[in-house]
């Protein structure tokens, strides 16, 4: 199996068991070996009490984007830190994209960007998310 077929059931099977995201509306756009695109759409109850995208919304989508794209080399592997920056506000409709870009991989610890941004590539947030590498694959026979 090629690697970004590889990716894709790995972030295909890790979504069928996130009902998090699922209820978020998360829709997967694009996946490949430490890469990975997020997207969905805000809703009415996504909205914190000035009216505008609460920040666990964006931190969510932005931790989902990371999840999958470091799980996406077939190794399991789980947060250790996290932290995020918000740029500018988001309103109900909007439809915020995360995409979560691969800077380090070792052995042991991955290194990522996810940038958040709307419907027309208006920075929203930035986001940085260190993983450890668990020596666990998801699909053993895949390598």
Known sequence: ?????????????????DYFSQWLGI????????????????RKEMLN??????GGIAFS???SAL????NSHNRKSLVIETS???TAPAREG???TAEAEEVNLTGRTGIYYVTVTDQENKKLAVFK?????KPDHWFPDAE
Do not use: W
């Open 129 to 133: 998310g260190i993983v450890f590498r």
């Open 94 to 96: 909007d439809v915020l």
């Open 1 to 17: 199996m090629k690697k970004d077929q590889i990716a894709l059931k790995v972030v295909e099977t890790m979504m069928a068991q």
């Open 49 to 54: 009490g000035f009216g505008i995208a609460h």
């Open 84 to 86: 995020m920056s918000f």
């Open 61 to 63: 989508l932005a931790d």
């Open 27 to 42: 829709q997967v756009e694009s996946v490949s070996p430490g890469n990975c695109r997020l997207s969905l759409t805000l």
């Open 67 to 70: 999840a999958f794209a470091s």
